[in-house]
């Protein structure tokens, strides 16, 4: 069966453009046409969301009773599971603090109302069972610098946790962080990631865009003196600061490699490259072309523009970002679904920007999936002027679809199922039992496939007329070849 076909699909609002006149961020469209390869069968998409708990944004929401926390956590895989989300990003490590009995942090404040106090039941592994329990692929979120906020210099910051040395912080007007550039700091990051992922069953390692800190004035940072120790090698403080967030992302890679590999690891930077690699010292295309993540979720939190020529528009930067990153990561698009209807302004002023977002990133050619924040929204349908925003998620993402192959291949490829046979209504076919099986069906008249079913079974009940075919998934995400064809009339 030829299931590939390739076509062009030009997209009218995409420009030509040179970006960022940065000399180590510059980069240029070739063509405004975006060749993407439609394949008979769906593409491969991952659909998640970011559950943020610092500050409780999403979770608990002030619930400090473990049955009611728990509770609210199914509720919102409940509603996940309606929406056909296959993904969440859960924040496990907000403010150098763990949603799990860490020797390196202590228990979060946002669990029982009291920093250190431990609530009494394994809250990271109760939250990653429940979601594997419902097929959902889970993601322990941490952020990797940042100690605690406060609302201006003159008021303290919360009291240090005793774990921490003090002699590893940095303080600035409203933010607490852990310092970048020392060695003994790139390394606790790192064995943060190994702690968690040696004791817990996670699908992946995920980051935000928070490194060095917008202060307003990178002037202000205030590391000569770590300079003048560390830095000899590099002609400026900027390259130092750079390399400093760089051997943190390596040094996480590598220990997420020799521990764990099966275990993605995500980063999801600002849109814009100039800003991350500026203002937050974020070297993205380092990251990139070394090959040290496995998926880049470009944050492209503005909406879609009709100015053709407006760079910091959702078409334009989703263009931007598939052209220059799709080659050596998985590039999934984050999207800020809590604007919709916000009042903030004249853009998200209606549900129907996310559908032309969705538009826009199902065209590209490397887009493999969309990160929605955040997780709130989902109780939140028609409130907040949300207007019906999970109503149409729940039309965007009606057709159920496999997940992406993201990170690296820790077994052998699938073998495609055998001997499928229809014997009246009842499909069976064989295959190995560590493997999922994907049902796909071509209606009568239609010449796609989409998918019936995925399961663990090796039966299906057909109620539809048309022809049918299997393939195999494994833990890796990685789908086989096809199996026969059989029809049903």
């Not at 039941?121 to 993601?139: K, S, T």
């Not at 120790?229 to 967030?245: K, L, P, T």
């Not at 993205?284 to 009709?306: F, H, M, R, T």
């Not at 048309?466 to 195999?472: A, E, N, Q």
Request: charged share 25%; hydrophobic share 40%; proline share 5%.
């Amino acid at each position: 069966m030829t299931n590939k076909i390739k076509y062009l699909s030009i997209l009218a609002l995409m420009p030509l453009f040179a970006a960022c006149s940065d000399e180590k961020s510059e980069m240029t469209f070739e063509s405004p046409i975006v060749i993407a390869e439609e394949s008979i069968m769906p593409k491969p998409e991952l659909r998640g969301v970011w559950m943020a708990t610092t500050y409780e944004i999403d979770w608990p929401l002030g619930k400090h009773d473990a049955d009611e926390q728990k509770q609210l956590y199914i509720d919102y895989l409940d509603k996940f599971v309606e929406t056909n989300i296959n993904a969440i990003f859960f924040q496990v490590r907000p403010n150098a603090d763990a949603f799990y009995d860490s020797p390196y942090e202590s228990w979060s404040k946002s669990i029982t109302g009291t920093a250190g106090q431990d609530p009494g039941y394994d809250v990271l592994q109760f939250i990653i069972d429940e979601a594997h329990a419902r097929n959902i692929q889970f993601h322990a979120w941490i952020n990797p610098y940042r100690i605690s906020t406060r609302t201006g210099s003159g008021v303290a910051f919360p009291d240090l946790d005793p774990k921490i040395d003090s002699a590893w912080i940095k303080d600035y007007d409203v933010i607490r962080i852990y310092n970048p550039a020392l060695p003994e700091v790139q390394q606790r990051l790192a064995d943060i990631v190994k702690d968690i992922i040696t004791k817990y069953d996670v699908d992946g390692i995920h980051m935000d865009d928070y490194f060095y800190p917008d202060i307003g004035d990178i002037k202000k940072l205030n590391d000569s003196v770590e300079f003048g120790i560390y830095g000899s090698e590099f002609s400026s403080i900027e390259d130092f600061r750079i390399d400093n967030v760089n051997k943190t992302v390596e040094k996480i890679h590598e220990t997420i490699v020799t521990t764990k590999p099966g275990v993605i690891f995500s980063i999801s930077p600002t849109s814009s490259i100039n800003y991350n690699i500026k203002t937050l010292f974020a070297d993205v295309e380092k990251w990139y072309s070394e090959g040290w993540v496995d998926a880049l979720i470009p944050q492209i939190y503005s909406a879609i523009d009709n100015l053709i020529n407006s760079t910091t528009s959702f078409h334009w930067l989703a263009d931007y970002w598939n052209q220059h990153y799709k080659q050596k990561t998985v590039l999934l698009v984050g999207h800020y679904l809590s604007r919709v209807g916000d009042g903030t302004g004249s853009q998200f002023t209606s549900a129907q920007e996310i559908v032309d977002q969705f538009a826009i990133v199902r065209r590209l050619s490397g887009t493999k999936g969309s990160v929605l924040y955040s997780a709130k929204c989902f109780f939140d349908n028609n409130g907040h002027g949300k207007l019906g925003v999970i109503d149409v998620l729940k039309e965007l993402f009606k057709k159920p679809v496999i997940l992406p192959f993201m990170g690296r291949k820790t077994m052998e490829d699938p073998t495609p199922p055998a001997n499928v046979v229809l014997n009246g209504t009842t499909l069976t076919w064989t295959a190995a039992p560590e493997l999922k099986s994907v049902v796909y069906l071509i209606p009568e008249n239609e010449t796609k496939a989409q998918i019936a079913a995925i399961t663990e079974s090796n039966t299906y009940q057909i109620s539809v007329k048309g022809k049918y075919f299997v393939t195999t998934v494994n833990k890796d995400n990685v789908e086989s070849e096809i199996s026969n064809e059989v029809a049903y009339n």
